[in-house]
Every structure is written in structure tokens, then in C-alpha cells.
């Protein structure tokens, strides 16, 4: 069993930057693939950002390439998600989410943290 912990988000005023933190417990995040996902108001939830260890590679939605960043720190088992030039429609809520190499879904997912920016 893994447990996601997620904080960070808070309003924020368009332009400037956050980052997000999802910390795990109980397993090594470096033994799953690392997801980022958001959902606003009456949207379907959706894949920002996701990132594979064991091939060093990190995929990215269309809107917020060159934005954001998804970073990792093994020792403390935590993967952040930086994000700067924060627009109008990046508030969400926020979930990091892991999944087990080769599978289709996301098992383990946290609460979500709220990330609002204003204009």
C-alpha cells in the first residue's frame, strides 16, 4: 500500500508561479509511474503531466508545456510539480497519482489540493 499526501495549493494571481508537493509512504515512488492530474469545475478530470523511472521519461499536456515541471526527490520520496505563468484556467484541483509499471490505471491516488488563480 502506497499513501499519496499532496500540498501546496493555494490563489494565486495569474503569472505567478507554485509548486505543488506529493509526498508517499509505505513504498518507493521510483517503483511506479508518477502521474499529475487536475479537474476544474465541470470538466472531466484530466492528465497533466506523468513521468516513468525506469525510462527517465516525462510526458506533458499540450497546455502547459514550458510551464510546468514535474520534479522528484528519492530521498525524501516526494515528486513536486512546479508550475509557473500560472493562467486563468490552471485552477483545479490537483491530485498526484501513482500506478504500477505496464498497468493502465492509476491505483493509488491522493486527496487533491486546491490551486485557484485569479486574474
Known amino acids: 500500500q502506497v499513501q499519496l499526501t499532496e500540498s501546496g495549493g493555494r490563489l494565486v494571481q495569474a503569472g505567478d508561479s507554485l509548486r505543488l508537493s506529493c509526498a508517499a509512504s509505505g513504498r518507493p515512488l521510483t517503483m511506479y509511474v508518477m502521474g499529475w492530474f487536475r479537474q476544474a469545475p465541470g470538466k472531466e478530470r484530466e492528465l497533466v503531466t506523468a513521468?516513468?523511472?525506469?525510462?527517465?521519461?516525462?510526458f506533458y499536456v499540450d497546455s502547459v508545456k514550458g510551464r510546468f515541471a514535474l520534479t522528484r526527490d528519492n530521498a525524501k520520496n516526494t515528486a513536486y510539480l512546479q508550475m509557473n505563468d500560472l493562467k486563468v484556467e490552471d485552477t483545479a484541483v490537483y491530485y498526484c497519482?501513482?500506478?504500477?509499471?505496464?498497468?493502465?490505471?492509476?491505483?493509488?491516488w491522493g486527496q487533491g489540493t486546491q490551486v485557484t488563480v485569479s486574474s
Open positions: 497519482a501513482l500506478k504500477p509499471r505496464g498497468s493502465q490505471e492509476y491505483t493509488y
Open positions: 513521468f516513468t523511472w525506469s525510462e527517465g521519461r516525462t
